[in-house]
């Protein structure tokens, strides 16, 4: 019932950029909180940005402050990840993450966003 489907994802140079965009949908009220995780090969999903709509407060891993730039529009539940001077160690599958249920007040964690997308691949060359 509940869908999540990202897409912006590509091939790009290190120093260059893309944006990704999300849409939640199959539901009749917005999440409280959207976000975005990253797996790599090796790795775990991990934290990437998020955002609240009340109050429009942003959150990001350390890894990508003042690089990365989470938007949205709690009108019709999107949410945008603009990424800038990328870097190869952001290569990896994106997800977009939904909270319906405020659990993101306890935490920044997987397990706190209760739908996932299917992901969508970003590749940074060196």
């Known amino acids: 019932q509940v869908r999540l489907v990202e897409s912006g994802g590509g091939l790009v140079q290190a120093g260059g950029s893309l944006r990704l965009s999300c849409a939640a949908s199959?539901?009749?009220?917005?999440?409280?909180?959207m976000g975005w995780f990253r797996h790599a090969p090796g790795n775990e999903r991990d934290f990437v940005a998020a955002?609240?709509?009340?109050?429009?407060?942003?959150y990001y891993a350390d890894s990508v402050k003042g690089r990365f730039t989470i938007s949205g529009h709690s009108a019709n539940n999107t949410v945008y990840l603009q990424m800038i001077d990328l870097i190869p160690d952001d290569t990896a599958v994106y997800y977009c993450?939904?909270?319906?249920?405020?659990?993101?007040?306890?935490?920044?964690?997987?397990?706190?966003?209760?739908?996932w997308g299917p992901g969508t691949q970003v590749s940074v060359s060196s």
């Open positions: 955002i609240s709509w009340t109050g429009g407060n942003t």
């Open positions: 199959g539901r009749t009220f917005s999440p409280y909180a």
């Open positions: 993450a939904a909270d319906w249920v405020a659990a993101m007040k306890s935490g920044l964690h997987e397990a706190n966003f209760g739908s």
